[in-house]
């Protein structure tokens, strides 16, 4: 159990450098502070410490669970927009079949379409892009 603790902390400090945050649970966990007289009450200092370290790793959960969505939300785009060339080369196949056929594609490339729109606009909207 500690070394899945310790690992995901390294993963947590891995992916603040990379954002350019400079403190991680690990790093503000490890942090001593000198005592002086008249100085802070090393209790409360440490309490208020452990309360920041359970903020920091709220934020890494939360980070990594909104990356993890924005590239599930990207394999889906993908995919709709690959579903959207094979029904345009289906309605171009069907230039010569029936008004009915017809109509089912320009239906399905409609409803993709606005499929994809709705994928974006929820990117835009969970990412504030």
Known sequence: MQDEYTRKLEDQKGLFKQL?????????HEKDFDVKM????KE???????????DYERFYDII????DKYKELQRRQAYL??????LSVRKVNTDSGSVI????VE????????????????????FDV
């Open 38 to 41: 008249r100085g802070y009450e």
């Open 81 to 86: 927009e690959e579903e959207k060339k094979a």
């Open 20 to 28: 350019g945050i400079k403190l991680d649970a690990l790093t503000i």
């Open 44 to 54: 409360e200092v440490d309490r208020f410490l452990d309360d920041i370290i359970v």
């Open 64 to 67: 990594t669970d909104l990356l």
């Open 107 to 126: 239906d399905g490339i409609r409803q993709m379409e606005r499929s994809l729109e709705q994928f974006k606009l929820h990117i835009r909207k969970e």
């Open 101 to 104: 056929e017809r109509q089912l």
